[in-house]
């Protein structure tokens, strides 16, 4: 894609300076180091883990300190841990400050019910007395830039956005990003970006608006509407990491093109190779599987592409699928 021929707007987190204003969005089971490294190549200025159990950090689990492994390349990395207990959470950040991530993002949007009951994630929202007691005591603890990630609130008529955000700026948060959904949604109904812009008012820390940023244009109305310093994506970027790229160029004033079928390959191949680095051919193999669904969503003849690689159990099989689907694609594109 054609270089950036205007300086694009930044973002400064805390000590943080970033080299724009695109954040790739915290996701559980996908937002691992080869995914991140992907994405950081379309432009991403910050990337962030999945979420992860600060008590499993604290019980030195051995998967989840797995979720800490890193690459330099990838840097600036935010890490965001959730829990409930302002002990385990300062204890878990002393365990991330022994990693290179400049930044600690505190979950506080998770609505998935195996978290909520245990106080976590957006059950925090509930505890404002907890959740201050949490900030107070990791702020303690770590010393370089720190956000928390946020939904509007519990549930409509229950507003606590601007309320919880301003706490989190009273506690020393140097950023937060909300998600204007209520925890009750889920991913029903469209997020309500005037909150976003409510928060932003209230605020001097700078506010990453998140939700529904799905395709390039939606990132530009995002910081216009709401005034937002940042803008995070999730899963506009699944299938679609180009995304970043193709904000950046619009902001620069050039109409993005799609990648080409070439590109496409180039990108998921090197996606691919990167996984079985880091999780092993079985675990790339299983991972890419979910993966190409996603990047050859829309694309010519992937129906039948789609239901072959359903079926298919092994890293040769999955590689002659990819390879005869793309060369018959490039065939066609000539
Ligand atoms: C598969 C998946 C996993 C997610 N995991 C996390 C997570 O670990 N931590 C978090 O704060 N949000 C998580 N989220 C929420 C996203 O970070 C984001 O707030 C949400 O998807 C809305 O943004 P979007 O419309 O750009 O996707 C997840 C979302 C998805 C779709």
């Not at 302002?86 to 019910?113: F, H």
């Not at 994630?121 to 990630?149: C, D, F, N, Q």
């Not at 680095?277 to 193999?285: D, L, M, P």
Request: contains cysteine.
């Amino acid at each position: 894609m054609a270089a950036y021929q205007t300086i694009p707007h930044k973002l400064r987190i805390g000590p943080v300076e970033l080299k724009n204003w695109l954040v790739l969005a915290p996701m559980a089971g996908i937002t691992n180091i080869a995914f991140r490294l992907m994405v950081k190549t379309q432009g991403a200025a910050l990337v962030t883990t999945e979420m992860i159990s600060a008590k499993g950090l604290t019980l030195y689990q051995e998967r989840t300190l797995g979720y800490l492994k890193s690459d330099p390349r990838e840097r600036p990395l935010a890490v965001q841990i959730f829990g409930s207990e302002p002990r385990t959470m300062a204890k878990a950040a002393e365990i991330v400050l022994d990693t290179e991530a400049q930044i600690l993002d505190i979950n506080l949007g998770c609505p998935v019910r195996k978290v909520v009951k245990t106080g976590a994630g957006a059950a925090l929202l509930l505890e404002p007395g907890r959740l201050r007691e949490i900030i107070r005591e990791v702020r303690k603890a770590w010393p370089r830039a720190l956000t928390a990630k946020m939904r509007a609130g519990w549930k409509p008529g229950h507003p606590l956005a601007m309320d919880m955000a301003r706490l989190l700026e009273d506690m020393g948060a140097d950023a937060v990003t909300i998600h204007p959904r209520y925890a009750s949604q889920g991913f029903s109904g469209k997020s309500d970006w005037s909150i976003i812009t409510e928060v932003k008012k209230s605020l001097s820390i700078p506010v990453i608006g998140n939700g529904d940023v799905l395709r390039p244009e939606d990132a530009l109305k995002m910081r216009e509407i709401t005034g937002s310093d940042g803008v995070m994506i999730g899963r506009g970027a699944i299938g679609n990491p180009w995304i970043f790229s193709q904000i950046l160029l619009l902001e620069a004033g050039i109409t993005p093109q799609k990648p080409t079928i070439r590109e496409r390959r180039e990108f998921i191949e090197e996606h691919f190779q990167l996984l079985c680095h880091h999780v092993g051919q079985h675990g790339a193999a299983r991972m890419m599987r979910g993966l190409l669904l996603w990047y050859t969503k829309g694309l010519p003849m992937s129906s039948r592409f789609r239901g072959a690689i359903g079926m298919v159990k092994d890293l040769s099989s999955l590689t002659r699928a990819m390879d005869l689907y793309f060369s018959a694609l490039e065939e066609r594109d000539k």
